[in-house]
T-cell receptor, first 112, second 111 residues
Framework: AQTVTQSQPEMSVQEAETVTLSCTYD???????LFWYKQPPSRQMILVIR????KQQNATENRFSVNFQKAAKSFSLKISDSQLGDAAMYFC?????????WGAGTKLIIKP | EADIYQTPRYLVIGTGKKITLECSQT?????MYWYQQDPGMELHLIHY???????EKGDLSSESTVSRIRTEHFPLTLESARPSHTSQYLC??????????FGQGTRLTVV
């Protein structure tokens, strides 16, 4: 069965610095999708970035980028130039067909 | 912005009452989900649906029930609310092999 592991329950970073959130997953499939979601306190869960497993190029969305290592089954999220508005729970998710598997989340704290 | 709506946003209700949490999406998505989440904690899948007349139980045992009579509508019902049901309930929808879109959630408090 597929699993998703986020080994960092909580991370903190100084404003304007860079932070990396870790995610590993386990699957025997070769074709799947990976996502990072952001859930600010008391606000809606929103998609930050997505990665198709068949693409070797790492996805990037403005200050957010991923380091996708397919062989190692690793999918980390890098946030550059951290801002106060980045403070949130971050969830990593694996998707294949209609199956969605979630990590337990990482709470990101931004220090002003 | 995703077109998925949950009502009510907040609900405080007495023990033993029957409640229905509403979820609607206008994106024509086949799959819909209900998750239970305590603040700052992981998501627990309680129900999902592949389409009209399809409903399945998720990983977390729940005393709630769901129905899917229309593609866009996926309500969740608790026949008799208890304090242990106090939590946040998130509805989401997706197409095949795409990301899920989430509603704003319903914060339920049972007193």
């Amino acid at each position: 069965a597929q699993t998703v592991t986020q080994s960092q329950p909580e991370m903190s970073v100084q404003e304007a610095e860079t932070v990396t959130l870790s995610c590993t997953y386990d699957t025997s499939e070769s074709d799947y999708y990976l996502f990072w979601y952001k859930q600010p306190p008391s606000r809606q869960m929103i998609l930050v970035i997505r990665q198709e497993a068949y693409k070797q190029q790492n996805a990037t969305e403005n200050r957010f980028s991923v380091n996708f290592q397919k062989a190692a089954k690793s999918f980390s999220l890098k946030i550059s130039d951290s801002q106060l508005g980045d403070a949130a729970m971050y969830f990593c998710a694996y998707c294949r067909h209609y199956q969605l598997i979630w990590g337990a989340g990482t709470k990101l704290i931004i220090k002003p | 912005e995703a077109d998925i709506y949950q009502t009510p946003r907040y609900l405080v209700i007495g023990t033993g009452k029957k409640i229905t949490l509403e979820c609607s999406q206008t994106m024509g998505h086949d799959k819909m989900y209900w998750y239970q989440q305590d603040p700052g904690m992981e998501l627990h899948l309680i129900h999902y649906s592949y389409g009209v007349n399809s409903t399945e139980k998720g990983d977390l045992s729940s005393e709630s029930t769901v129905s899917r009579i229309r593609t866009e509508h996926f309500p969740l019902t608790l026949e008799s609310a208890r304090p242990s049901h106090t939590s946040q309930y998130l509805c989401a929808s997706s197409r095949l092999n795409t990301e899920a879109f989430f509603g704003q959630g319903t914060r339920l408090t049972v007193v």
